[in-house]
């Protein structure tokens, strides 16, 4: 299947390890009893310092090899992730128009919204986008410092601001069942009437068709 000579595969079977793994393998017996000993909380900077404050000589980089190799992990404070949106089994939702079929034809005939977050320095930052299918252009966007239920409105309403003058009637917006305090009342899981914006009495001269999927 690779196209290699026999010799080669019975040499490379019978060849003995190179000296980086056999010192990985002494090793990995170090950092297995450091990280024991240390009620296995340490991650790969304090293994490193308490081997070097030992007399074993090592890098960084070179810890984090074994480590990762025997499944090993320091204990960080908190979760480096964040959940944005909570299923609710008992709301009803608008029936699934898409059907994993993201495909269309033309702009403005499907949109597909989510929100998520990324991690800063500074900490989380959450994000709302609309993109049309189309053209796989963000076509509405929105950052928050904090997960609130308006920031995937303005998200939806900077796209139809951005978008009404191209003509947006018979378009479908898709996301997924996700629910976030304050969403229900949202275009985001309602079917939205002809000309009405409750927000801010903004005549919108067309209607968007939720779709909602489970699971994806």
Known sequence: MLQFAPATYYAARSRPPCARSARDEELKVKITRVFTENRRVYGADKLWRQLNREGITIARC?????????????????RAWK?????????????????????????????????T???THVGFVYVAFVIDVFSRYVVGWQVSTRLRSDLALDALEMAIHARRDQGLAGLVQHTDMGVLGGFKES???????????????LRLEFSIRASCAVGC
């Open 187 to 201: 275009s985001q899981h309602c079917l939205v009437a002809p000309r009405v914006d409750v927000r801010q009495g």
């Open 62 to 78: 070179t810890v984090r090899r074994p480590m990762h190799d025997l499944g090993i992990f320091g204990v960080t404070r908190g």
């Open 117 to 119: 977050y990324v991690k």
């Open 83 to 115: 959940r944005t949106t909570i299923p609710d089994k008992r709301a009803v939702r608008p029936a699934d128009l898409v059907e994993r079929d993201f495909t269309a034809t033309a702009p403005n005939r499907l949109w597909v919204a989510d929100l």
